[in-house]
């Protein structure tokens, strides 16, 4: 539940966001005074999906590992007490910047951090 969470946050941060009750639940646990557990999916999610804008700077796409789910109602890390990206408790986050017009060598960039939320973002080309 919590990995679902945070692909849901994930999803919001890069504008192309889930709908709650048509895409996902938010999972309570009814036997401590409906404490959110995460998010359950109605059906499998792509890995991999299409962003609603395409003019994404380094700086922007390296500030999604610091995201806690601010802006996703219910399953915001700070108030809601749901995993999250931003977390130090993920031991590693990933990010495949693709570029069009590269060569294919070196048209995708990885972004690496660990821990998520505070650690330096390396980058290495891996030919996907």
């Not at 792509?46 to 922007?60: I, R």
């Not at 821990?115 to 891996?126: C, K, M, V």
């Amino acid at each position: 539940m919590g990995s679902w969470a945070r692909y849901i946050q994930g999803r919001d941060y890069f504008m192309a966001p889930l709908t709650e009750g048509t895409d996902y639940e938010i999972v309570k646990d009814k036997d401590k005074n409906d404490v959110t557990l995460g998010a359950m999916v109605h059906e499998m999610q792509p890995l991999f999906f299409q962003p609603s804008k395409s003019d994404w700077n380094t700086f922007e796409l390296i500030r999604a590992f610091g995201n806690r789910g601010e802006k996703v109602p219910g399953l915001n890390a700070n108030t809601d007490g749901v995993s999250s990206i931003g977390s130090d408790r993920n031991a590693e986050a990933n990010l495949f910047q693709i570029r069009k017009g590269y060569d294919p060598e070196v048209a995708t960039i990885q972004w690496r951090c660990s821990p998520a939320p505070s650690s330096p973002s390396l980058s290495r080309y891996t030919p996907l």
